[in-house]
């Protein structure tokens, strides 16, 4: 879920109060009929720490990776038949109106025997 962080300062309070409604019955609705798995939002990016790690040192960088006009806010981990159905969920996300919805599937990493 990305969306600008700045967006909502000037979003009167009964706007957001529907918002945060509006997703949390999606979030209810797509647990009930067994799509979610996990989900969860992120601060706001001027609480990041970035780490590198150049020749064996560890150095941290106060902010984001990166400066972009929208920053991600969460993520919701669904189970999905294939990229259309995905889609279809993420369509039904209310962020999607005034955000956007990135939709990748996971890289299953075979765990050793």
Do not use: S
């Not at 064996?56 to 990166?66: L, M, N, R, S, W």
């Not at 369509?91 to 050793?112: D, K, L, S, T």
């Amino acid at each position: 879920m990305y969306l600008d962080e700045t967006a909502g300062l000037n979003v009167p309070q009964d706007a957001i109060d529907k918002g945060v409604a509006e997703c949390r019955a999606f979030f209810d609705a797509i647990q009930q009929n067994g799509h979610l798995l996990r989900r969860d939002t992120l601060q706001p990016t001027r609480t990041a720490t970035t780490v590198r790690v150049r020749d064996g040192k560890t150095f941290t960088t106060d902010g984001p990776f990166a400066e972009t006009k929208e920053q991600l806010g969460g993520y919701f981990l669904i189970e999905a038949r294939d990229l259309n159905e995905a889609i279809r969920v993420a369509a039904g996300f209310p962020g999607a109106r005034w955000g956007c919805v990135e939709v990748r599937p996971i890289n299953e990493i075979p765990q050793p025997e």
